[in-house]
């Protein structure tokens, strides 16, 4: 096997691949576009072209796709190769700018949410440049943005880009103000999303429908060990997984994917995986690239890996924490506090607004998170509540009531952690403890958004972080341009804006029951319980003003938004319960009949030998199963009417109110039931893997 650095990154077209392939002055340009987003024209596109072209197909490849990010939330492609006829039955490769820049497909089946009318089929991919194009089964995939005829964005990627211009915008006008003389002339936001997943053995979960059509388990009593000992987090990686685990790095490292850490996580059968954080768009890429690579690559080791938010009831579910903050082209991250917080204002400036835009849109951050599947994970203490709030930690905070309240700051003084062996070195102790509790942590230099589910796209809690961030010092700018006295004028402007938002910062125990009622009742923050509740939200004015004015989406784009986001949960939670109807008539209550009709015969058999034989077992346990199997029964038809008497509409937001109020109810109360009859019948009866076999059938 070859060394992991001569293998990095090989099928990415990288810096090191684009100087390599392209001329000297259009690497340059390219590379001002991507520094400095300067637009692209003809020629430089078409000496690009030939350079990709060439890279690509001396390592094999015979065809190039657009890859986009369409408003599934997934990735799409459309394969055509490189060959053009030149005569006499033969070809060659080409691939020309236009075909790099642009591509026109037929959009009409990817979801626009009423942006596009159907005769309107038309949808337009055109090359993102400040992505990097790479290869995946010889086809070269070259990251794109995709849009409708009329130009409106029909995927996640476009607004992310809007909202990276926004955000470089507006803070780059904050430093010309705090430094005239200033070198920076770009800032992004860097991004490092860790994902979770679970594995499960492929043999078992092509036993379960509920897996196969939802991803997630419909049925399934606890098995009698679950995470309580807590044995699996940081445990042992097992050999089949170990070996996943190496195949799935070595992939992501070819594709220039900085993946860096992997771990058992806190359920049986999870594992986590982190990159290196870099660039946000790129930081999406890469997290669905991760994403689909984890699912091929599991299956050639006879695993299934599960995205879903939660595919097991009564374990943790999944989620990823997306590590956000910005920096300057010339290194500087301008969320680290450096060696005295209290002094740096450039730090307190950026500090104070993330944390006004984190309050000012607590709303946007709930929705970037809101899917059927994240909303049985948010606030079941595993993942963070529904509110959001901000940990600050002891540090900053104690900075923070400083400045507020305008008294002396004395410094905390790191500390050496004592291990009270001689032998061991000591420590240096961090000034602040970790907070797994919290929807939104400082952690040291960046923050930690942790509601965003494990089968989410990143881009929209990105694209909404950066917007509503670039708001804040939109605002901060207007206001200090206009000062005579800047000092002064920094001093007040941060003390404001912590007396009005400090609502939002909370470093308790966010699972904590009483926080809930405290944020709500006394901290006057949102609770958007669900999905339904949350979207409702989205097209409030003061959102609509917020992207309207930063160019991120148009009133349009986010009416459609909505209404596929709530589509979404509608479908996902009806295919649920029919799904659910479908296991009941033909598995489960023919296994309960069938287990329940063994044990009457045997009860007749032992009487016909000798009335005086014992039947209690038997007799005890047909008639508990004979109960169960007429709930079962109820409940199933209840939930068949259900779904019959879905509303005839086509508003969304009455369906997905139906949907939760009614649908989801009247499908726990007969997963009730099933997972009750589960317990007491005898596994060979049983008609699919339970979840002991599920969680724990690993080697
Ligand atoms: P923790 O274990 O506290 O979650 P890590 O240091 O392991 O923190 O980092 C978690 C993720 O955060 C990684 O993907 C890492 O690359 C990313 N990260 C680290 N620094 C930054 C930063 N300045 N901006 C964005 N992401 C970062
Ligand atoms: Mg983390």
């Given amino acids: 096997m070859a060394l992991l650095t001569e293998y990095f990154g090989t099928m990415a077209f990288d810096e090191t691949s684009m100087k390599e392939y392209l001329p000297a002055d259009i690497y340059a340009s390219l590379k001002k576009t991507i520094d400095e987003g300067r637009s692209i024209d003809m020629d430089i596109a078409n000496a690009v072209a030939k350079g990709m072209k060439e890279w690509a197909v001396a390592k094999g490849c015979t065809h ?30 080409e691939f020309s700018g236009k075909e790099l820049v642009r591509g026109e497909s037929d959009a009409s089946s990817f979801p626009s949410g009423g942006l596009r009318a159907t005769f309107e089929a038309r949808g337009y991919t055109a090359w993102d440049p400040t992505s990097y194009a790479f290869i995946k089964d010889r086809t070269l995939c070259i990251p794109t943005a995709f849009c409708s005829y009329g130009g409106e964005a029909l995927d996640k990627k476009t607004p992310l880009l809007r909202s990276m211009d926004a955000i470089n915008i507006q803070a780059l006008r904050i430093l010309k103000l705090l430094d005239p003389n200033t070198d920076v002339s770009c800032v992004r936001a860097s991004v490092g999303a860790e994902q979770e997943y679970f594995l499960v053995p492929k043999e078992m979960y092509d036993k379960r429908r509920d897996l196969i059509f939802t991803g997630r388990t419909l049925f399934g009593a606890n ?3 679950g995470q309580e000992l807590e044995d699996h987090y940081y445990g042992t990686i097992k050999p089949q997984v170990d070996a996943f685990m190496k195949e799935l790095d070595e992939e992501l490292w070819k594709l220039g994917i900085l993946v860096k850490t992997e771990h058992n996580e806190a359920a049986p059968s999870q594992h986590e995986l982190a990159p ?28 299934v890996c599960l995205l879903h938010e939660k595919p ?14 910005i920096a300057t082209n010339t290194g500087v991250n301008l969320l680290s506090p450096g060696k005295t917080p209290y002094d740096n204002v450039q730090f307190l400036l950026f500090l104070v607004a993330v944390i006004k835009a984190v309050d000012d849109y607590q709303d946007l951050l709930r929705i970037s998170a809101a899917t059927a599947g994240n909303d049985h994970r948010l606030g079941s ?6 509110v959001i709030s901000i940990f600050l930690g002891d540090e ?4 923070i009531d400083a400045i507020e309240t305008n008294t002396h700051y004395d410094p905390m003084e790191k500390s050496q952690l004592r291990l009270g062996v001689d ?3 000591p420590l240096p102790k961090d000034n602040t403890d970790r907070n797994r509790t919290s929807p939104f942590a400082f952690t040291g230099n960046k923050f930690e958004f942790r509601m965003v589910g494990s089968s989410n796209s990143i881009s929209d809690c990105n694209t909404f972080l950066n917007t509503a961030v670039a708001e804040s010092l939109r605002q901060f700018a207007d206001e200090l341009e206009k000062a005579d006295d800047m000092t002064s004028a920094l001093d007040s402007l941060i003390r404001r804006t912590i007396r009005e938002h400090k609502r939002i910062i909370f470093n308790g125990n966010n699972y904590d029951e009483s926080w809930i009622k405290e944020a709500t009742e006394k901290r006057g923050l949102l609770n958007l319980r669900t999905t339904p509740d949350a979207l409702e939200c989205f097209l409030d004015e003061k959102n609509v003003r917020l992207f309207e004015q930063h160019r991120v989406y148009t009133r349009t784009e986010m009416k459609s938004r909505k209404t596929i986001t709530l589509a979404n949960y ?3 939670i009806k295919i649920e319960a029919n799904v659910m109807v479908d296991m009941v008539y033909k598995e489960i209550l023919p296994a309960i009949t069938e287990y329940a009709k063994d044990i009457c015969q045997t009860g007749k058999a032992k009487k016909e030998l000798s009335p005086a034989m014992n039947t209690e077992y038997e007799e005890t346990m047909a008639e508990r199963l004979g109960n169960l199997e007429s709930r079962i029964y109820r409940e199933v038809k209840r939930l068949e009417q259900i779904l019959g008497e879905t509303p005839k509409t086509d508003d969304v937001s009455v369906l997905a109110a139906y949907i939760r109020d009614k649908v989801a109810v009247s499908m726990k109360d007969l997963r009730e039931v099933c997972d009750e009859a589960e317990f007491i019948t005898a596994e060979k009866y049983w008609p699919y893997p339970t979840y002991a076999s599920l969680l724990f059938g690993l080697q």
């Avoid at 190039?64 to 490769?93: C, D, N, Y």
């Avoid at 203490?381 to 529904?386: Q, S, V």
């Avoid at 900053?396 to 900075?399: G, H, K, T």
């Fill in 64 to 93: 190039f796709t657009h890859w986009f990010q369409p408003l599934s939330g997934m990735t799409a492609e459309k394969h055509e190769s490189f060959i053009s006829p030149v005569g006499e039955g033969r070809v060659i490769m």
């Fill in 223 to 225: 098995p009698p060990k």
């Fill in 276 to 303: 290196i954080y870099t660039q946000v768009n790129i930081a999406a890429d890469n997290n669905q690239l991760m994403m689909e690579m984890m699912q091929k690559i599991s299956k050639r080791h006879g695993l």
């Fill in 312 to 325: 097991f009831k009564g374990v943790n579910g999944s989620g990823k924490h997306n590590n956000w903050s």
């Fill in 381 to 386: 203490n595993e993942a963070p509540p529904a």
């Fill in 396 to 399: 900053l905070s104690s900075i």
């Fill in 423 to 425: 032998a061991l070195p």
């Fill in 570 to 572: 509608t479908k996902t």
